[in-house]
């Protein structure tokens, strides 16, 4: 299923690895994390949280999908460059910024751009897997 080029089926299955992946992700390093953020409780998000960031995924693999399929043709190497170059260059940027303002500590940004590291490879890969298989008319 397509929409202006973007393979919605392959953005539905990037959304869905790579919110399995961040569960994953922090349930390894949670301990860490939260002792990195700052949190003295353990969070508990709720159903609407969980729910919203998947919604969340879905749009940021949405949106990756259209990214890479305006690169010039949606392929596995496509997804994994654009993957590269979306977090040097803002993914890991912002979250440098963002965290040296709020004074957190360099484990905390190396925690979560890591996260999203592996998010945006992961949604590369599947992305470009389905995005390059053919389509029939």
Excluded: E
Excluded at 117 to 135: D, R
């Amino acid at each position: 299923m397509m929409f202006d080029g973007i393979n919605l089926l392959g953005a539905l299955a990037g959304a869905i690895v790579a919110f399995i992946f961040g569960a994953l992700w922090y349930s390894v390093l949670g301990k860490a994390w939260k002792r990195a953020a700052g949190l003295t409780s353990d969070p508990k998000p709720s159903p609407l949280v969980m729910i919203l960031t998947f919604f969340c995924q879905f749009i940021m693999a949405f949106v990756f999908a259209g990214v890479i399929y305006h690169t010039g043709g949606t392929s596995i190497r496509s997804g994994l460059i654009s993957a590269a170059l979306i977090w040097v260059g803002i993914v890991l940027t912002t979250q440098i910024v963002n965290h040296r303002f709020q004074g957190k500590p360099w484990s905390l940004t190396l925690i979560d751009s890591g996260h999203w590291l592996g998010v945006l490879i992961i949604q590369g890969l599947v992305i470009g897997a389905v995005g390059s298989w053919p389509t029939t008319p």
